[in-house]
């Protein structure tokens, strides 16, 4: 039957707090709000009550209806002015037979009852535009099916009532106008100034692939919207444009409406599209989505992913119930977005993307700001933790996001996305498989002006070092944990830095000073990191020994360490700068060890400062550990064999150590001869500034088989060969909670600036070093102090000073003519004397160590003494005019160094007395 104006009714939409949902009532039925600590309070609080649309604490959405049809109702007054059509009916069954691709309707009423069924038969990717007259709403109680796509337009409004069951290729329905021509054209832009609503508690369902849209200022599913493939589409606005020509896309404008999308039903769109859409008018009026129901769009077992975007342009959008974009049957997780100028999670929020066959999908949070907070925020710490365990999750604002909560969490991915800049004023601890990543800046391409920041005190903890990612500006790169300066770096420049034992990867410096290099090279073998090695328990000497348990590296990697965890700490360390603190706990027979290594280095820094840690967590105490750091084999650019000196750094740099017995903390290592005046290339420092550390170096091959088996002291003091070098330290007892540390640097420069970084290593390490003024030699020292400059005068029955090198048993004699410079020979760590002919014999007097020394011009010849009191000498000694080279008449051999090397004063060469006595008196 016809519609009776006098039965024309306003539904209202109210809250029925047993279905935690909205729902249309008859305008006559009692409304009931929801309490203050529901939805309606929640929005008061922010600034966007529901009052706009309704009295009290009932929400309108002013939809003109009849009463319920007939059972048996049909629509009435069909006429096709577009495209070419047939109507009939027969009792309760209405059919559309559609003979063109695409036709338009006009109906004076469109209607289904409960025991109607209207039915479009239409050609393969049919189009059926049905534009209802009526004064009232549609309303279908009954079925809808069709072969094609069916559009249902009612500026009055659309209501699915319960038990209603559509099933069509696709359904678009919408209280907005769309012209033939463009409907004709297939151009889906639909405009209007109803505020009327579409409501659906029925069932609607679209083919595989097909799209369900409803257009409307205010949009309300209750019912069941399903489009598996495809796309299930809720659009509120004044102006909608439905791109349905590729990929569906919905824009969507707003000129004056108050906009609102409610779902507490369910849709389902597995391997397809959910968009929840809303606009607001300029911010003159509103924009509100509010979800408390099941949105689904998984992964079909196929592959095809699904995605859900809630975006209250403008607006707020609420969200509750469940998102599910996961893929339990297969392939990867999907995509979730929730935004708006603020977006409320409610804390029934449950979201998925979890994929147990393949990778996790990424919830998108996107307000104009996002602040983490136990009170006050938009989320606390707890409940932002809570929902990483089931997908990953990128917090993206406009403008600043700041976290004032702790955020734990042990998988998945926190991606914090800032226009602007990010605060992180709590504690960060990702662990397990949960992975960080900030991005800052995104306001602009290259993020100029903005930066991340963490508070002293605050620590940002990955679980590895590859489980972080950050980038600067919109069109910057995704950058890892490279720790990299103009001058050194760690790795090849693009791959985390550190590796899973927390020790840095192979070492790089940058050399444009070396004739023919203007790039990065390398300073160990093939692409070695830095070793470790480290022993616990045993027999504690105090010293070096391989007792107890040893774990250690190699070139296989993790040879022997047992580790039971890594953590990295990043609070300190900022685009490729700053501070890491690597720690791993390893097992040792039972005894858990924490060794950790903190990692500096400045924008301007030569060279990488690093505090090594060893913490006693086994619950007693721990003997006799010891650490060893350093590299199994060394390299420099393109020279597998390089020059190496122990010594220590004082105030005058770099100073070689007399004999074995020393201990050095520092080594020096040059890529070419350091004798050569002109020698060019790149050196290396290797130092530490603990007590008690001391350096060796040996062949390469295994760490433990050439450093760990080797005593430092019994290595050589100087050499030139393919070898591995370390620092050693024993730490000795470390009680249960205690720790102890090393400090060491590791420095790299072009051979002409190793001076001024050794410099800038000892002022780091607080040691007073001369100013340099020399740039193109290794800085002449003083380590070998007495050998190099210190003059005895001939005092009979003197004893030897104590810093004299002091051989045990004679050294051996070396012939030298007086051609080119004299060769350097280690004898237990001290200098090989010298001889070289001369026909004159003088006097000398001798040492109680029984090392002669000219008491004049003419000197001593080669005298040995007896090793016992003043015990005097005769030899052959040289005239004082010294014609053909001999020993120096004034001291114990001077010695000078040369770009890291060793040579002897002319008066070895055969100069002049004269020459000998000015080389005295320097």
């Known amino acids: 039957m016809k519609s009776n104006g006098s039965m024309n009714r306003i539904f209202r939409v109210v809250w029925n707090a047993a279905k935690a949902s909205w729902q249309a009532v008859s305008e006559v039925a009692s409304g009931q709000g929801k309490g203050t600590s529901g939805k309606s309070a929640r929005l008061a609080r922010r600034g966007l009550t529901l009052s706009s649309f309704a009295a009290g604490t009932v929400l309108v959405l002013a939809l003109p209806v009849q009463a319920a049809p007939a059972a048996d109702a049909l629509p009435t007054g069909g006429v096709v002015t577009e495209g070419a059509a047939t109507i009939s009916s027969s009792g309760s069954r209405m059919d559309i037979n559609q003979a063109t691709q695409r036709a338009a309707i006009d109906w004076q009423t469109f209607n289904i009852g409960s025991a109607a069924h209207v039915h479009f038969e239409q050609p393969a990717g049919g189009v059926a535009l049905n534009r209802v007259l009526d004064t009232n709403a549609s309303q279908i109680y009954g079925r809808l099916t069709a072969s094609g796509q069916v559009f249902l337009v009612n ?7 319960p038990g209603a069951q559509v099933d069509v290729g696709g359904l678009v329905a919408s209280t907005l106008n769309i012209g033939n021509a463009d409907f004709m054209a297939g151009n889906y832009r639909f405009e209007g100034t109803s505020s009327n609503a ?32 495809g796309n299930v589409l809720l659009g509120a606005g004044s102006k909608v444009t439905l791109d349905m020509g590729g990929p569906v896309k919905l824009q969507i404008e707003n000129d004056a409406l108050e906009t609102l999308i409610q779902n507490g039903g369910a849709i389902k769109a597995d391997g397809g599209v959910v968009w929840l859409t809303s606009q607001a008018a300029n911010n003159l009026a509103s924009s509100v989505i509010n979800n408390t129901g099941l949105i689904e769009a998984q992964t079909l077992a196929t592959g095809e992913k699904g995605e859900i975007i809630l975006f209250a342009h403008g607006g707020q959008a609420n969200v509750g119930g469940r998102l599910d974009a996961s893929a339990p049957h297969g392939g990867d997780g999907g995509f979730i977005e929730t935004s708006g100028s603020k977006v409320v999670n409610g804390s029934d929020l449950y979201v998925t993307t979890l994929a147990p066959y393949g990778q996790t999908g990424t919830w998108l949070i996107d307000p104009l700001t996002y602040t983490v ?10 409940a932002l933790a809570g929902r990483l365990a089931s997908t990953n999750i990128q917090l993206q604002a406009d403008n600043t996001i700041t976290i004032d909560d702790a955020v734990s969490w042990s998988a998945n991915k926190l991606t914090l996305t800032s226009g602007g800049d990010i605060n992180i004023n709590a504690n960060l601890t990702a662990s397990g498989t949960g992975s960080l990543a900030f991005e800052y800046g995104q306001a602009s391409a290259n993020g100029a002006g903005s930066s991340y920041t963490v508070t002293n005190g605050v620590d940002v903890l990955i679980p590895n070092p590859t489980a972080f990612t950050w980038k600067k500006g919109s069109a910057g790169a995704v950058n890892n944990l490279v720790f990299s300066n103009d001058f050194l770096r760690f790795g090849n420049g693009t791959e985390a830095s550190i590796n899973s034992l927390g020790l840095l990867l192979q070492p790089f410096y940058f050399d ?8 990065w090279y390398p ?8 070793d470790v090695a480290m022993g616990v328990g045993g027999t504690n000497n105090g010293g070096w020994n391989t007792t107890g348990t040893v774990s250690y590296t190699d070139a296989g990697g ?26 791993n706990t390893f097992d040792f027979g039972g005894a858990q060890i924490k060794l ?47 020059y190496k000196t122990k010594g220590n750094i004082g105030a005058s740099g770099f100073e070689r150590i007399q004999a074995q017995s020393e201990l050095g903390n520092a080594i020096l290592v040059s890529e070419q001869d350091p004798t050569n005046s002109s020698a060019e290339g790149a050196a290396i420092l290797f130092y530490s500034t603990t007590t008690g550390t001391n350096t060796l170096f040996n062949n390469y091959g295994n760490f433990n088989t050439r450093i760990v088996q080797k005593d430092p002291v019994t290595s050589a003091i100087s050499a030139y060969h393919d070898g591995s070098y370390a620092i050693f330290m024993n730490l000795g007892d470390v009680g249960n909670g205690s720790s102890k540390s090393l400090t060491w640097y590791y420095a790299a420069a072009p ?54 090198i002091s051989p045990v048993a004679p050294p051996p004699t070396v012939v030298l003519s007086n051609q080119g410079a004299l060769p350097v020979f280690d004898v237990n760590g001290g200098l090989a004397f010298v001889q070289v002919s001369g026909p004159a014999a003088g006097n000398g007097t001798t040492l109680a160590t029984g090392q002669a020394v000219g008491a004049t011009d003419s000197g001593s010849g080669n005298v040995q003494g007896s090793g016992g009191n003043d015990v005097s000498g005769q030899g052959n000694g040289l005239p004082g005019t010294g014609d053909s080279g001999g020993r120096d008449p004034f001291g114990f051999m001077r010695v000078f160094v040369v770009n890291g090397g060793l040579n002897l004063p002319d008066v070895a060469l055969g100069a002049t007395g004269q020459n000998r006595q000015n080389d005295a008196n320097q």
């Open 155 to 161: 500026p009055n409004g659309v209501f699915f009532a």
């Open 198 to 229: 579409i409501l659906n508690q029925g069932n609607i369902t679209a083919a595989p692939g097909g799209t369900i849209a409803l257009i409307a200022a205010k949009v309300s599913n209750d019912g069941a919207l399903t489009a598996n493939g």
């Open 373 to 382: 907070a136990a009170s006050g925020g938009d989320e606390t710490g707890a």
């Open 512 to 519: 444009n000073v070396t004739s023919g290099r203007n790039d």
């Open 523 to 530: 300073l160990t073998y093939s692409s070695n990191p830095l």
């Open 558 to 583: 993790n040879v022997s360490f047992t580790s039971l965890g890594q953590s990295v700490n990043i609070a300190k360390y900022i685009e490729g700068r700053g501070a890491i603190v690597a720690s």
């Open 596 to 642: 950790s290594h903190e990692y500096s280095l400045g924008q301007s820094d030569k060279f990488i400062k690093t505090v090594t840690t060893v913490e006693n967590i086994s619950g007693s105490d721990q003997a006799n550990i010891r650490v060893w750091l350093g590299t199994r084999d060394d390299w420099i650019v393109a020279n597998d064999s390089n």
């Open 751 to 804: 051979v002409s600036e190793i001076n001024a970084t050794v410099n800038s290593v000892a002022a780091s390490a607080g040691v007073s070093t001369p100013t340099t003024t020399t740039t193109n030699t290794i800085p002449q020292t003083t380590a070998i102090s007495n050998v190099q400059s210190t003059v005895v005068p001939p005092v009979a029955n003197t004893t030897m000073p104590s810093n004299l």
